[in-house]
């Protein structure tokens, strides 16, 4: 209880926004190179079993990696309540898609190589391209059109009406948002590949990830510049009790400036975009020299430092409103309880060294290159 009593409400709600974002990376950086594997299936294997070859490079970990994206939600319903609801229900069909997308992914995996028939094993490759396309696609969407504001509104008694549409979310911005994610996942899976498999797989693979390096560090770019003159902040008119309750009615917001005022209040957090176009430079260097692990490690950066970018550009803003800025979620005001939010932390403490030492243990014992003779050996064992 002494533990508790010192850790504030205001400590314990920038924990776990802190916890948000990390849950968000590890996410990315875990399933984003499944995503883009599944991308460059059509492009880096040009026969059967050099498609098995791709497949079987994320064939042993993949449902692992998801756990992420479930603990993400986990921790979004728990900690941040409000949130979930504006969030899981405007951006309903959005998720619906990502959610049929990460559906249609293991069937694909099961029933690819069950059928000795080119149409049946074509059919299902494209599965599981759709499957890596749409969320590394939506996920960026989504994102960019955090950063501008969702159009929902508040009532008295806390009850969220969200007055957007599906094809309003796929705005200019949005998209272009949606284009950094994309290749950004397509490096990722370009730099998995290199590590995981040989022959021509990895030589195909290498140029469309360096191509794709590049254009994660120019689209970021872009999307940098086009927020800059195009996107409006928010913020507050007075300073906010960060211990108060979580009411978002409670505070006055506006609309007006830029987002990036907050890299004059807080120059440090400028590490986070730079880190992000300094890793796909590096990516692409390092792709560019046959590099294996430096790649993917330098591909991590970059999605870290571009994911990171988000949250910290935005801080304390966790979802601004477009239609009603009164409304705009923030970390101050739309979270649990203190006791649930140190429950939660507590089982955080305990369980979250395990997955992670579960998960590289995984690894360890998964690591070395799938080759084409492994598959051709093992036809009935492997996908």
Avoid at 64 to 87: E, K, M, R
Avoid at 124 to 148: E, H, K, Y
Avoid at 243 to 270: C, D, H, K, M, Q
């Amino acid at each position: 209880m002494i533990l508790s009593e010192l850790l504030s409400v205001e400590i314990l709600r920038v924990i776990w926004w802190a916890l948000l974002g990390i849950l968000l990376i590890g996410f990315a950086l875990t399933d984003g190179f499944d995503f883009g594997t599944a991308i460059l299936l059509p492009f880096v294997a040009k026969t059967d079993v050099q498609r098995r070859v791709v497949i079987n490079t994320v064939g042993p970990v993949w449902e692992g990696n998801q756990v992420w994206f479930i603990l993400g939600g986990g921790a979004i319903f728990a900690a941040w309540p409000i949130l979930y609801a504006v969030s899981f229900s405007g951006f309903y069909l959005a998720l619906f898609a990502v959610l049929f997308a990460l559906i249609i992914r293991p069937v694909s995996f099961k029933y690819r190589s069950k059928r000795d028939s080119k149409r049946w094993r074509n059919n299902w490759d494209r599965s599981l391209f759709i499957s890596g396309f749409l969320p590394a696609l939506l996920f960026g969407v989504t994102m960019g059109n955090v950063l501008q504001g969702a159009p929902f509104h508040l009532t008295e008694d806390m009850r969220p009406f969200y007055t957007g549409s599906f094809f309003g979310l796929l705005n200019p911005f949005a998209l272009l948002a949606g284009l950094v994610s994309l290749f950004m996942m397509i490096m990722h899976g370009a730099a998995w590949i290199c590590i995981k498999a040989d022959g021509p797989i990895v030589e195909r693979a290498r140029i469309y990830g360096a191509w794709a390096a590049l254009i994660t560090a120019a689209t970021f770019t872009l999307a940098g510049i086009f927020m800059f003159f195009g996107i409006e902040g928010y913020q507050f008119i007075n300073e906010v009790d960060h211990n108060g309750p979580s009411n978002p009615l409670f505070n006055e917001v506006v609309r007006g400036g830029t987002w990036l005022t907050a890299y004059e209040i807080r120059p440090w957090i400028a590490i986070a975009p730079i880190s992000g176009i300094l890793g796909a430079l590096m990516a692409w260097r390092a792709m560019r020299s046959k590099g294996e692990v430096v790649t993917l490690l330098w591909s991590k950066l970059s999605i870290t430092g571009i994911i990171a970018t988000v949250g910290l550009t935005m801080f304390p803003f966790i979802l601004p409103s477009s239609t009603d800025p009164n409304s705009s979620l923030t970390v101050w005001d739309s979270s649990s309880s203190q006791l649930t939010l140190f429950v939660m932390l507590v089982a955080t403490v305990i369980f979250m060294p395990l997955i992670m030492l579960y998960t590289a243990w995984v690894y360890k014992v998964l690591w070395g290159k799938v080759a084409e003779a492994d598959v051709t050996e093992n036809s009935s064992s492997l996908y």
